[in-house]
Structure formats: structure tokens, C-alpha cells
Nanobody
Framework: QVQLVQSGGGSVQPGESLRLSCAVSGSIFSVFSMGWYRQVPGKERELVATKNNGGVTEYADAVKGRFTISRDNAKHTVYLQMNDLKPDDTANYYC?????????????????WGQGSQVTVSS
């Protein structure tokens, strides 16, 4: 059984920082791509940042220069360092993983999502 377990999030004032973490639980050999999406009520979930196991990253324009995605491939964990947070960053943040290969070389098909972490930026 594979699960994505998130931690982090909370409420901060504009200009402050937060860090999100997400680990893939289970007996895992590798994960191709891990990343973060966010969603506000009434809107579609949107990409924040992704990073594959080759180091290729992608960021939404709205977060470039402020957010940094990193991975610990040995721990199958992804992080999102969020600096200079703005009220528009307020959302529920979801960890995402795809291309999960189990320790016995079993491929876990499809997209996997974390439970979500609320980030609120308000003065």
C-alpha cells in the first residue's frame, strides 16, 4: 500500500515563510515525479511546482523566485520551501506523485495525492 503523507502548513503573515514536506510511505524503489498543487474553493487544482528524479523542475509563474522545490530521493520525500508568502498563496496544498516503483519492482499506476495542507496568508 502506497500513501503520501504531508506535514507543514499553517497561518502566517505576508512576507513570512513556510515549509511543506511529503513522504511516500511503503516499500518504494523510486518515484519519477513528485510535486505540489494547490486549490482554493470554487477553483480547479493548479500546479505549484514539480521535480522529477532527474532533477528537472517546473514552477508556476506566480511562485517563481519565491518557492523552491527539493527532493530527497533516498527518502522518497519532497519539500516545498515557500518564502515571501502573499495572500494569493492562500490555498490547500496537495502533494502529488506519479511513476512510483515498489521495492519489488511493482509499478503503482496512476496519480497519488497527499491529504492536503492548508496554508493561510493574512495580516
Amino acid at each position: 500500500q502506497v500513501q503520501l503523507v504531508q506535514s507543514g502548513g499553517g497561518s502566517v503573515q505576508p512576507g513570512e515563510s513556510l515549509r511543506l514536506s511529503c513522504a511516500v510511505s511503503g516499500s518504494i524503489f523510486s518515484v519519477f515525479s513528485m510535486g505540489w498543487y494547490r486549490q482554493v474553493p470554487g477553483k480547479e487544482r493548479e500546479l505549484v511546482a514539480t521535480k522529477n528524479n532527474g532533477g528537472v523542475t517546473e514552477y508556476a509563474d506566480a511562485v517563481k523566485g519565491r518557492f523552491t522545490i527539493s527532493r530527497d530521493n533516498a527518502k522518497h520525500t519532497v519539500y516545498l520551501q515557500m518564502n515571501d508568502l502573499k495572500p494569493d498563496d492562500t490555498a490547500n496544498y496537495y502533494c502529488h506523485a506519479v511513476g512510483i516503483l515498489g521495492a519489488t519492482m511493482v509499478a503503482y499506476e496512476g496519480d497519488y495525492w497527499g491529504q492536503g495542507s492548508q496554508v493561510t496568508v493574512s495580516s
